[in-house]
């Protein structure tokens, strides 16, 4: 799975220091540590199982297995049949142990949900962005938050981690979207966390919408067992998320993927492309709509959106086809310029448009006509929800960290109501 460097407090956890007391309760925390990461990750486990994969003795585990279960870290699933005389009990990690949280601002919708340990959806709300500045969505993602929280807390335990997925560049050390979000604000820098920050005693993290994309498809999506890749996104803007052997790549300003500024559009140097770059204004959502109304004839119809355009190139209109056949080729350059420098195994696509299926099979195409060696080219099942599906993976990574670093016992059932008095002071 694509390992993704955050930021964020995952709590303290002093170790003990001298003496022999203190040197037996870092034994046993350690014992604990690898008893419950291998019941996430081999569970439905054993103990005598869990002895074997961990060489802990018997006693070990079994004093290890019992304090997490007294936790509620772990509990019994029943027993393992198929063996003679007693048949073993087998563990796996409790469903009150915790949860996660994910957020995706987006520009037209925000995305709230909540999922188990393992990734499993257990809730989500959306609701169109709020349209009033940074404070506003703030305010708006907040609100989310506690709502997903209540439902998930009645039977999931406590949250233990909240990823969040922003447009634009995102400074690692604070959080803030520093440029590129204009599709949120029009200042295309805000701060998705001036609200939210401190409201919540967990780890708090922010990355790039498209990158978490990219993370998306490698924890859930196509992208599973696939160390080398990128996510192309196309819709108001063009964005690519890369993650290269297992690792996301940032770059040194957090400007990684912006394919948009590819010099690829009919004269690079004109000075309207400076804002957005010459590849998103030909190709992303305003560029296609200009394009159809500078082709359209008397008998086309008036339109005013790009999924209008796209649907009647499916029906066979001659301008619309011909603006989608250009939106091909110049992603399939795109592409090919990717595989010449990157070399992707994969390259998914996704966005309101990257995800048309009138695109792919042209987009192969042109891209293949570029260059001898290519990536093999898929358009995302996750769809709309790539990008929360990355948060909620940031936020996994840190919550386990969480829990194998403290054990079941450093942070007892107050955590509960820690993150219930902070996420109520609005």
Known sequence: ?????????????????????????????????????????????TRPEIAAATNLSKPTVSAAVGRLEREGLVHASGRRAGQRGRKPVAYVVSSRAGFVVGADIGGSNVRVAAADLFGEPLCDLVQPTAKHGSRAIGVQVLEMLREVIDEA??????????????????????????????????????????????RFDVPVLVENNVNLSAVGEKWFGLARGVSTMVFISIGA????????????????????????????????????????????????????????????????????SVHEVFELAGAGNAA?????????????????????ILDPELVVL????????LLLRSVRGSAAALVPITARIETSRLA??????????????????????HGAGSEPRSADRNWKAKGRSA
């Not at 981690?161 to 447009?167: D, E, K, Q, R, T």
């Not at 619309?320 to 010449?340: E, N």
């Open 237 to 304: 803007g063009i964005g690519m998320g890369i993650i290269i052997d297992d690792e996301l790549v940032r770059g040194a300003h957090g400007a990684a993927g912006e394919i948009g500024y590819l010099p690829l559009a009919g004269d690079p140097f004109d000075p309207r492309h400076r804002l957005h770059g010459g590849l998103e204004d030909e190709i992303g959502a305003a560029g296609i709509l200009a394009a159809f109304h500078d082709r359209r004839g008397p008998d086309d119809p008036e339109i005013t």
């Open 350 to 357: 996704g966005g309101g448009i990257g995800a048309s299926p």
């Open 153 to 198: 807390s009645s039977v999931h335990g406590r949250p233990l981690a909240l990823g969040i997925s922003s447009p634009g560049v995102v400074d690692q050390a604070s959080g803030r979207v520093t440029s590129l979000a204009y599709n949120v604000v029009p200042e295309g820098g805000f701060d998705p966390l001036e609200v939210i920050r401190d």
């Open 320 to 340: 619309a086809r011909s603006v989608v056949d250009h939106v091909a080729s110049r992603l399939g350059t795109a592409i090919a310029t990717v595989c010449a």
């Open 384 to 405: 709309e929800r790539a990008a929360l599906r990355g948060a909620i993976a940031v936020a996994l990574q840190a919550a386990r960290t969480v829990l194998l670093s």
């Open 1 to 45: 799975m694509a390992s993704i460097r955050t930021p964020g407090r995952a709590g303290g956890n002093a170790r003990p220091a001298g003496g022999p007391d203190s040197r037996l309760s870092l034994l046993r925390e350690l014992g604990e540590q690898a008893v419950l990461e291998t019941i996430f990750r081999r569970g439905p486990i």
